[in-house]
Nanobody, 126 residues
Framework: QVQLVQSGGGLVRPGESLRLSCSAA????????MAWFRQAPGQEREFIAG?????????YFADGIWGRFVIFRDDTVRTVYLDMTDLKPDDAAVYYC??????????????????WGQGTQVTVSS
């Protein structure tokens, strides 16, 4: 059973930055497409950013996210990161990492992903 373990998150003020991490123990990690989603209360889970596997390594983002958020991965430690800058109150949500173990090319829908992290709360408030 694949387990994705998230860390990071918390309470920040508008304009501040935060890093989220998501790690897996599985040796196949480097073959997975990884992504970050978020879900605010009463809303659907929303794609934020994804990153493909080595060889077709590329990041892709939801509209309006590129430039403030950066996704990157370190396959040597089987971890994917989401660096968030200039956070706004609208960014407040529970953030989830997700794994597509088939290594799909730029999947953006929650249904395309096989495994999920436990979620971590990000609160942006002054």
């Amino acid at each position: 059973q694949v387990q994705l373990v998230q860390s990071g998150g918390g309470l920040v003020r508008p304009g501040e930055s935060l890093r989220l991490s998501c790690s897996a123990a599985d040796r196949s990690f480097s073959t997975w497409t990884m992504a970050w989603f978020r879900q605010a209360p009463g809303q659907e889970r929303e794609f934020i950013a994804g990153i493909n596997t080595w060889g077709k390594l590329s990041a892709y983002f939801a509209d309006g996210i590129w430039g403030r958020f950066v996704i990157f991965r370190d396959d040597t430690v089987r971890t994917v990161y989401l660096d968030m800058t200039d956070l706004k109150p609208d960014d407040a949500a529970v953030y989830y990492c997700a794994a597509d173990v088939q290594g799909g090319t730029q999947p953006r829908h929650a249904g395309d992903y096989d495994y999920w992290g436990q979620g971590t709360q990000v609160t942006v408030s002054s």
